[in-house]
């Protein structure tokens, strides 16, 4: 995950976003632990995070 959002800075990218299917196995708490916050959309069953990436390396 780092990777990619180090390559989506460099490209100039100011958001990076990802989505997951809600349920106690789910990806939430790693995705949370990442800085991913949730905007409060919903992609069809799926929520949807945003993980600014102004002003970070």
Do not use: Q
Not at 21 to 28: F, L, T
């Amino acid at each position: 995950m780092e990777s990619v959002a180090a390559e989506l800075r460099r490209r100039g990218t100011k958001e990076f976003c990802v989505t997951w299917h809600p349920g106690p196995a789910g990806p939430e708490n790693f995705y949370l632990g990442l800085g991913f916050r949730p905007n409060g959309e919903w992609s069809e069953e799926e929520r949807v995070a945003v993980l600014e990436l102004d002003g970070h390396p």
